[in-house]
């Protein structure tokens, strides 16, 4: 007669994360040989081993916490051809490489913070839901919309494996309020439609591009801004010459005219 997890795990592929309540076949120093109907022997390190009345106690001894026949809770922690290896701490629901964005997840809350509420959701750490992603109206604090032992569905952000973030949010998962009409559509008070004022755009001033002729007429233009303190010295400078020159021929001709 086949035994009950014969019977209940016949034929059934045998995969990493499986939940299964073998039986103890087998104790040793090492671990635990346990019965899950697999083809081959499966195996409960010590280092895998918990005690159930304190999971973070170490155990250094397996005998001391289990017996031939005693019904364990195990999970396959991997597969290889000759054996299988057990393990009786509850694996992840996610790890790391497993959560991509915009997946759809359910969680629990188990705590709030002024900030946003932080979600189990089978990871190695829980996600955050800032407070902003609650819900699609404006929310002063998490406790208004959730609190502790909530279950909820959360859509992933984003995942940062390095600073072992998970940014979660809840009303990605919500159907967003439609929007109100425009204040200047809504009807007026007798039940007519509010005028809409158009204001009509001036038309923009449109400067066409100089032409070569304007370009070279203003450079010369500047060129001769530029060297205008330079003309005027020189016609003063030229003016003075004159003006020396004159004064020069008026006194020669007037001692010419004298010694005459």
Known sequence: MESPVEETKANQPFKAKQKFEGKVLKTS????????????????????VIDLKDPKAPVQNAESLLK??????VWIKRVAKDHISLTMIEPLAYE???LKPEMALKGTIVRLESFGAFVEIGAERPGLVHVSELAHNFVRTPQEIVKVGDEVDVMVLEVDRRKKQIKLS?????????????????PGRRGKKAKVEVVEEE???????PTFMEIALRQAMDRAEKRKP?????????????????????RTLKSKQTDD
């Open 230 to 250: 330079e003309i005027v010295a020189r016609s003063k400078k030229q003016r003075m010459m004159d003006e020396n020159a004159e004064d020069i021929f008026e």
């Open 203 to 209: 038309a923009e001033e449109v400067i066409p591009d």
């Open 170 to 186: 809840v009303k990605a998962l919500l159907e967003a309020p439609e929007e109100e009409a425009f204040e200047a559509q809504k």
């Open 96 to 98: 790391w490489r497993d």
């Open 68 to 73: 031939v026949d005693d019904t364990v809770t």
């Open 29 to 48: 120093l090492q671990g635990v040989l346990v019965d899950i109907g697999s083809p081959v022997p499966a195996f409960l390190h010590i280092s895998q």
